[in-house]
């Protein structure tokens, strides 16, 4: 082993091994997925609907657990080290009402923070920089149900930022947004330097956002490359229910 | 947003919604206390009761006539639980007639004792509608917590305000779907009640599906957060002397009225029903 393969592995952030997971009816719904992601890479995981994308991202923080090795950050997730890799993988739910469940913004921004178990001090400051980088400033006080949708996404993006991650995994962030909000909602995370998964059937994001692209379909990797290069590729994403930007 | 009359009054200002929330939690508990302990026949400690609430709902810049109007809510619920009443209390007889061969009998004891529950229910109606209308549900879950309420019992509080909303609102969804799909070209139509019926209970059981669904989508997102099985809170503020003198008069009030109303009893000696 080379130095150059050392520095790799050293920054290599995401590690799945052929990941088999079938649902508790019997449906397949990853059948031996293998995917490696460096530190600050951008990746989009695009493909049809019921193709395994969120089933997938459920196995980053081990929510679900299949068969096959997901390694996170160098740690294996497994029940020892949930702890330790939830405070570090930041997912954020596809729809905001799932993940902003506090009757305020600032419980829901404190809630990582706090279950992480950081003091009072420290909880405070974290919601009031997690708000500002996602410009929510000033919202503490305000309830989720009084918000817009767009609002809401940003929010629960800051329930994730709260919780200081290198890893944001994105479910969908762009879906149900007017063209407005969803072009700051890209503006604001090609600004965030963590290492992003994002789950997305907008191919306009994908391309904007993301320099490399997975498609997945039906539970397998089918095409894993340059954005610019696949989304070129009118046959292949013609195939897996995709289009061109 | 379809639920804004859900928490309208909450958002005003005035010296009573600028109370800390615990002293009125603590107040609204001590009231409907203190009306419960009102003998029924004891007028005067009702009048100053009600007396109390119309002030307070006064001096919170609430209208009256909404607050009583809103109150009356709970009357038909108190008249079905306590019908019986009237004819099953020992006592003068005002009234007899006969229900098929059944002997019924209306007491004056009884009609008393049915008049002081609606009474008694009313007001409690009254004093905890003026709490929900000066003080923020957020906050009086806070009250709640620091004056000791289990934290489990106030997170399902809290998760019921929080997605009560989304739920009324995809109630509303499933209405309009359904009212847009009820087509009516002849006039005929319309089905048999059986067949609407269905179609609600259809409406509800998709309504419990989506949520279930739901909650096991907001623990996988609680799950991903650091969630342990134990749920973890900031500390609040401590009480100002202001909200403390307040509550300390409040208190005062309530126990003398009822002080004086059962020393009044015991002198006159049958004043009451001793109930």
Same mark, same amino acid.
């Given at each position: ?28 719904? /990853?059948?031996?997925? @293998?995917?490696?992601?460096?530190? !600050? ?12 994308? @969120?089933? =997938?991202?459920?196995? /980053?923080?081990?929510? /679900? ?14 029940? !020892?080290?949930? !702890? ?8 954020? &739910? ?6 902003? &469940?506090?009757?305020?913004? &600032? ?9 992480? !178990? ?9 919601? $009031? ?5 996602? @410009? ?33 995994? =994105? ?11 969803? $072009? @700051? ?6 600004? =965030? ?13 994908? $391309? ?7 498609? =997945? ?29 | ?159 019921? #305000?929080? #997605? ?47 949520? #279930? ?63």
């Amino acid at each position: 082993m080379g130095i150059g393969d050392l520095r790799e592995m050293a920054s290599i952030v995401i590690e799945i091994d052929n990941l088999v997971y079938a649902y508790p009816d019997g449906r397949q719904a /990853l059948k031996g997925v @293998s995917l490696t992601v460096q530190e !600050g890479e951008k990746v989009a995981i695009t493909g049809p609907n019921g193709a395994g994308k @969120s089933t =997938l991202f459920l196995h /980053l923080n081990g929510i /679900l657990n299949g068969d096959g090795m997901v390694r996170v950050m160098g740690m294996e997730v497994m029940d !020892g080290h949930l !702890g330790a890799i939830r405070a570090r993988v930041g997912l954020v &739910f596809q729809d905001p009402d799932d993940q902003l &469940f506090s009757p305020t913004v &600032f419980e829901d921004v404190a809630f990582g923070p706090l279950h992480t !178990g950081l003091p009072e001090g420290e909880v405070r400051r974290r919601v $009031r920089w997690a708000l500002a980088q996602v @410009s929510m400033e000033g919202f503490e006080e305000r309830m989720p149900h009084h918000l817009s949708l767009g609002e809401r996404k940003r929010i629960a993006i800051a329930t994730v930022l709260s919780m200081d991650p290198a890893i944001l995994v =994105l479910d969908e962030p762009t879906s149900g947004l007017d063209p407005r909000s969803r $072009r @700051s909602l890209i503006q604001l995370l090609r600004e =965030l330097p963590q290492t992003m998964l994002v789950a997305s059937h907008d191919m306009r994001l994908v $391309r904007d956002l993301c320099p490399r692209t997975v498609i =997945l379909d039906e539970g397998r990797i089918v095409a894993d490359g340059q954005t610019d290069r696949l989304l070129t590729d009118a046959e292949l994403l013609e195939r897996h229910g995709l289009e061109r930007p | 947003m379809k639920h804004a009359f859900l928490d309208q009054y909450s958002y005003r200002d005035s010296l009573v919604h600028r109370l800390d929330p615990r002293v009125k939690l603590v107040a609204t508990l001590a009231f409907i206390l203190a009306v419960t302990a009102t003998p029924p026949t004891a007028w005067p400690a009702f009048s100053v009761l009600l007396i109390m609430v119309l002030g307070i709902i006064w001096a919170a810049h609430l209208s009256l006539m909404v607050g009583l109007r809103r109150s009356l809510i709970v009357i038909p619920f108190t008249v079905v639980v306590a019908l019986s009443i009237p004819f099953t209390t020992a006592g003068e007889p005002l009234f007899r007639a006969h229900l098929f061969s059944w002997p019924l009998t209306i007491t004056d004891q009884g009609l008393l004792l049915f008049w002081a529950i609606v009474l008694r229910a009313w007001l409690s109606v009254l004093a905890a509608g003026l709490l929900t209308a000066t003080t923020h549900f957020v906050e009086l879950l806070r009250a709640m917590k620091s004056l000791g309420v289990p934290k489990a019992m106030v997170s399902v509080i809290s998760f019921m #305000y929080r #997605y009560i909303f989304v739920l009324v609102d995809e109630a509303m969804r499933l209405a309009v779907a359904r009212d847009s799909r009820s087509a009516d070209p002849d006039g005929q139509g319309g089905g048999t009640l059986l067949w609407r019926a269905q179609v609600l209970g259809g409406m509800i059981g998709t309504l419990f599906l989506r949520s #279930y669904e739901r909650s096991e989508r907001i623990y996988a997102a609680m799950l991903s957060r650091g969630f342990a099985g134990e749920i973890r809170t900031l500390e609040d503020t401590s009480l100002r002397q202001k909200d403390v003198l307040t509550l300390a008069a409040f208190l005062t009030l309530l126990v003398a009225v009822e002080v004086v109303t059962h020393i009044y009893r015991l002198g006159i000696g049958d004043w009451g029903l001793g109930i």
